[in-house]
């Protein structure tokens, strides 16, 4: 029993510390219970100049092989010991640095945890990230503890679907909020157009807008449809028939071949026609 141990230990410190090229691997546990430690691998994440700013380099920890149980407050309370955190974004695959608008709608942008993520740690010093990549000289650290418990099972179950019940109330307010946002941002804009009406560019042009006498009506489904089965159908009126020669003798024979069939048919008609007309006096 000592030394199936002893080759089970051995075991778990080679998967521990094996990581590829570039990373370190952490050892972190969902809880005390757990037997063999799970390893985020983390490195310096590195970004070329003026590609943005949402991941600076040299405090930016970029975090590999993250579980779903593992939430941005449980990877900013597990780096807390190394520096202050400044933020962390998690996300499916690693993205551009550049941080993109991110929407603040509490009902629309949900989007659940499906497997296992990326995580982008940023410190507020440099120091924070050298001091990360050193825990992997500790022991395996936990991702629910007694203090910040991370909910599983039928509790867990609970939490969703309070979560996925909607406050009436505060989605109106939120609603209304946007579309204040948008009928102002729309407002801004006609005013642009408006001061811009008239006059003439750099290069002498004039910016010609859809207000008039006749504004644009804004478009519905079925005009659409139309407007695209009068292209479609002005694009078979300029399409080149009969263009090649074979192409011409194939149309002669088939219009032929099309007028022999309808005079046999009309013969059969005419001969069935005369049928009917004979006198029968018996």
């Known amino acids: 029993a000592a030394s199936r141990r002893a080759k089970m230990a051995a075991a778990e410190g080679r998967v521990v510390g094996a990581a590829p090229a570039g990373y370190t691997a952490l050892a972190v546990k969902f809880g005390e219970r757990q037997r063999s430690p799970h390893c985020l691998l983390v490195k310096e994440h590195q970004v070329r100049e003026g590609a943005g700013t949402a991941h600076p ?19 900013s309370r597990l780096f807390a010991r190394c520096g202050r955190v400044q933020s962390v974004d998690v996300g499916d695959k690693p993205g551009p640095g550049e941080r993109k608008e991110k929407l603040k709608s509490k009902f629309f942008d949900r ?21 990360a990549k050193a825990l992997s000289r500790e022991g395996p650290l936990l991702i629910s503890t007694e203090s910040h418990p991370v909910k599983t099972g039928i509790s867990k179950w609970i ?9 009436q109330e505060e989605l109106k307010a ?8 948008y009928d102002k941002k729309i407002a801004e804009e006609e005013a642009k157009a408006a001061k811009e009406e008239g006059i003439p560019d750099e290069e002498g042009w004039v910016k ?32 080149l028939l009969n263009f090649y020669a074979w192409q011409h003798r194939e149309t ?31």
Request: charged letters at 35%; glycine letters at 4%; aromatic letters at 8%.
């Open 159 to 167: 939490a969703s679907y309070a979560a996925s019940v909607v406050d």
């Open 252 to 282: 002669k024979r088939e219009h032929i071949a099309q007028l022999r069939k309808k005079f046999e048919e009309d013969k059969q008609r005419i001969a069935l026609m005369r049928a009917q007309r004979k006198f029968r006096p018996y």
């Open 57 to 75: 380099p040299r405090r930016t920890l970029f975090v590999l092989n993250v579980p779903p149980y593992c939430s941005p407050d449980s990877l």
């Open 208 to 239: 010609v807008t859809r207000k008039g006498r006749k504004p644009g009506l804004p478009r519905t489904e079925a005009a659409n449809l139309r407007v695209l089965e009068r292209e479609k159908q002005k694009r078979a009126r300029k399409e």
């Open 174 to 181: 939120e609603v209304d909020a946007y579309m204040q946002d």
């Open 111 to 131: 989007k659940p945890v499906t497997g296992f993520q990326v995580a982008y740690v940023v410190f507020r010093k440099p120091a924070g990230v050298k001091a």
